[in-house]
C-alpha cells in the first residue's frame, strides 16, 4: 500500500530516491495509464485501450503491458524492454494530492513506502540549507503538467463516448504454445462506428485533434499478439 | 355521429400516475410524429399530491430506460436509492424476550423457480439458513448494506435485480419536465371544473376554471382519491375493500439523516405493530416511514406515538401526517371512453409497494391497446377491466397472505385472520401449497402482478406449514439442489467482494454517469 506524504524540508530533509531506470515499480502491473498526446508513440509497442475506472465506472486510457493481471511483459530480469516509457511511468515515486487545507491547491507527495525512498543512495531532495533541489522542482512541473494533459485527455474520451466510439472488447490470445488467455474489462475504438459517423461529428473530433490518437489506438491493436508471443 | 378516430387525450391530474402515463403514452405513441395522438395532461395548481408511494417494482428500470431518462439523472434528481426487496421484522410473531425474527422478499434468486424449484429441498432441509439466505445472494448484500451494482455496470443493469426507492413529488416533478419538453405532452395548470358527457354517456370535454373546455376522444383519469371522471361523471361505483384489508389509515414521518453520509438500507424495511406495520424506507437524503394501521385498534394519537417510538430520539420535533386510506377499487377501471390509472382506479396499502408497479402496468396495456378508432374502445374496455380485475384481485390476496400466515395474537392480527375476511382465491391456493410446494402452474396468467417466488419467499419467510415430508421421495434431485444451495453462498462472496455500499454507489453517481457500453 502507497503511504502518501507532501514533501516538506523538514520530514524528508535526508531523503534520496533511487535512480529507477527500469521502472520496477511496475513490473506487477499489466497495464499504466497513457495520455492523449503518447498515444501514436506508445501505439508502436503497446495496446493502448480503454477500461473502466473499478471506483468511479469512468474510462481512462492505458498501454496494456501484459496479458494477464499482475503480468508485465515489458519487464525481463529487471530490465525494461520497450523503447518508450509512458510519461506516467517516470514521475513514480511521486504524487500530486489535494491540500487538505486549500481545495484549490496540490501538494507534491512521494510514496514513503516505495523502495526508492531512503537516506543512503540517488538523489537528495533538499541541499544542507533545506532548499528543495532543482531536479525536484521539474517533477513538481512535470506532475502538474501531467495532470493538465490528463484532463485533455479525459476531453478526447468523453467525445468518444459522446459519439458512441467504444466498444467492450473481450481479447482472446493464443500463446505459441497454443494457450489460450482471455482478458475482460477491456475497451477499444469501435471502426464500424467511426467509418459510419456522420461528417460534422467527424469533423468536430478532426479539428479537436482526436483523429490521429484514434487511428493510432485502432491500430495498436495489432500488438496484442505480439505480446501473446511474448509470453514464455 | 361524433368523430370516429381517436386523436386527442387528455388526462385529468398529474402526479405519479399522470405524467407516467403521459410520458408513456407520448412516447409509445410517438406524439411528435405528424398525424399522431396528441396528449395534453391539465393538472391543478392547488391540489397537492398524496405522494407517499415511494418504492417501486424491478419493472421501473424498464420503463425509464424506455422513456429515455438516464439513470443517474434520475437517481440524483428523486433523491433515489436501490432497493433489493423488503425486509419484514416481527411479522411472524411479536418479539418474545426482546428476541426478533425477520425475513426477506428478494428480486432475484439462484435459480429460476419456474426451471428448478429449490423450496421443497429447503423444506426438506435442515433449515439452518433461511429461505432467503439458502437461495439468494441478495440476502447477504442487503445485511451487509452493499447496493446491488457498482458503477461498471451500464445504465439499469445490476449485479443482481433491484428496483428504486424514490421521492415521489420529485419523480412527478421529473417525468412533468421530460415529458413536456422531450416527447411533445402538453399541459394545462388549471382546476377542472365540470365534465360534460355526449347523448352516449361517453366523455366529451370538461371545463377548466380558467373558462375555457378542452375536448377530447380519450380521458384518463389520473385525479387520485376524488375519481373526478370514472367515479364522479361516470358513476363507476367504489368496491371497499376493507372487510379483506382492515388497515385505513397512514400516518407518516419523513427522518433526515443524522449524518449525511450515513449508510442507505438497500431494501424496504417493513416492521409489523400492534395494530399495523411500520415502513421505513431510506432515501439518499432521508428516509420516509409511516405507521399503516386500524383505526379500530388503534386510536391516531398512539400510531402516531408508536411511529415515533419506533423512529427513536431522531422522532423529537419532526411533523407528521395524518393520512386516511380508503382501499378497494372501481367496478370497472375503463368505461366507455375514460380509463382510470392509479389512486382514481383502485388503492390497496403500500405493503408490497404494488402502486406504482401497477400504474405502470395500466399505462402499458393502453401504449399496446391504445384504440386509434372508437369502435375499438367496447373491446379494449372489456379485455382492461378483466386484466386489472385479475390484476388487482391477486395483489390483494397477496398482501392479505402476509397477514393471514403470521401468528401474532393481538386483536387486529386475529381479525386479520378471521376466515370471513380471507378470500376464497387465497384459501384454495393455501390449502394446495400445504401439501405441495408452489409451482408455476398456480400461475397461469401472463401478467401475474407477483410471481411464483414471491410467494415462496413469504410462505417459507413466515414459517408457513408446508408438508412434504409425506412425499420426500419425489423431490429425487437433492444433488442438483445441494449446487444450487452451494452456488448461493459462492456468488453471495463474489458479489461482497466486488459491490459498494448503497450510500457509496449514490456518492459516485452524483459525480459520474453509468457508461453505456
Known sequence: MANIQPITSTTHAAIKIKNNPHLLQSKNSHMTPVIIHEFATAAQEFPVVFIKDPDTGQFRAIALLGLNPNQNLFIKNGEWQAQYIPEALTIYPFVLSNDTNNNDSLLLCLDADSSLVNEQEGAALFDEKGQQMPWLAEKGEQLVSLVEKNQLTEMFIKALTDNDLLKPQTLTIQTPQGKDYSLNGLYVIDQQQLDQLDDPSYSVLRQRGFIAPIYASLMSMQRVKFLAAMQE | MTQQQINQVLIVGGGTAGWLTAAKLAKHLNCQGTNSVQVTLVESPDIPTIGVGEGTWPTMRKTLAELGIAEADFINHCNASLKQGTKFVNWKEAPQQGISHHYYHLFSSVSDAAEFNLAPYWQLGDKSCSYAQAISAQYQLCELGLAPKNMLNKPFEGMQNYAYHLDAGKFAGLLKQFAIAKLGVKFVSANVTAVHLDPQGYIASVDIDHGDSLHADLFVDCSGFRSLLLGDALKVPFKNIQDVLLTDHAVAIQVPYDDPQQNIASYTTS?????????????????????????????????????????????????????????GYREQFWSKNCVAIGLSAAFVEPLEASAIFLIEASANMLCELFPRQRSLLPYVEQKFNQSFNFRWNKTIDFIKMHYFLSQRTEPFWLANKALVTVPESLLTVLAQWQYHPVSKYDFSHVFEPFPQESYQYVLHGMGFDQQLSYNASSFNQQTQADQYFEKTQKMSQYLVDKLPTNRALLNNVEQYPFQSV
Open chain 2, 271 to 327: 416492521t409489523a405493530q400492534e395494530a399495523g406495520w411500520i415502513w421505513d424506507i431510506g432515501l439518499s437524503n432521508r428516509r420516509g416511514t409511516g405507521y399503516v394501521y386500524c383505526a379500530k385498534y388503534v386510536d391516531h394519537a398512539t400510531a402516531e406515538q408508536t411511529l415515533r417510538d419506533y423512529i427513536g430520539p431522531a422522532a423529537e420535533g419532526l411533523a407528521a401526517r395524518l393520512i386516511p386510506m380508503n382501499c
